[in-house]
């Protein structure tokens, strides 16, 4: 057994709660053609089109988990910080150019802006609650709340310098308790 096999349970768990009761929901996609005596479909090779593990105890997504071949594998850069880390809670802005954000009205309006301002990490590892924002000419300021893990407040910061896709001011970053055990505290 290797020891990357050994220190298996270090990053199979939930990043906050540490259970390791944990689901994944797979979509495939697949195009087979069609047997015309039949109508049975060929056999072919289903794609996974996109996978989301989720922790059964609190049911927050696992975004430092991947499906890769036939199992869950951790992200390399992400899981020690999410899995060793505590909660930090950033009251920040990020200014980007106007066509970074595909729509800033209607439903998907903090989705769009949290996804224009931090790009992926926003929408899918961090709790990025955006709380307004303005027009400066041909770009938009958000302001938002966003909670993440980190082990420092360096490593908090280093986090969201990379994932800011404009510029970034930090108003402030404290760190906060981590969730107790398998219960959900949602910053939402
Ligand atoms: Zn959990």
Redesign the pocket.
């Known amino acids: 057994m290797s020891s990357f096999d050994e220190e298996r349970s270090a990053w199979l768990r939930?990043?906050?709660?540490?259970?390791q009761?944990l689901e994944i929901q797979i979509h495939y996609d697949a195009i087979r053609r069609v047997d015309p005596e039949t109508g049975v479909p060929a056999e072919g090779i289903d794609e996974v089109q996109e996978s989301v593990v989720q922790?059964?105890?609190?049911?927050?997504d696992q975004p430092h988990l991947t499906f890769q071949d036939d199992r869950v594998v951790p992200i390399e850069d992400r899981w020690e910080r999410m899995v060793a880390g505590t909660p930090w809670v950033a009251s920040c802005t990020v200014t980007v150019d106007q066509d970074r954000v595909e729509s800033c009205a209607g439903p998907e309006a903090a989705e769009l802006l949290a996804y224009g301002a931090l790009g992926e990490a926003g929408v899918r590892e961090f709790f990025a609650h955006v709380r307004f924002h303005k027009h400066d000419e041909e770009r938009i300021v958000v302001h938002m709340l966003v909670e993440l893990y980190a082990r420092s407040i360096e490593e908090a910061t280093d986090v969201l310098e990379d994932a800011a896709r404009g510029q970034l001011a930090i108003t402030s970053l404290a760190e906060e308790s981590r969730p107790p055990a398998?219960t959900?505290d949602d910053l939402h």
């Open positions: 939930c990043y906050r709660c540490w259970s009761n922790c059964l105890d609190c049911m927050h398998a959900g």
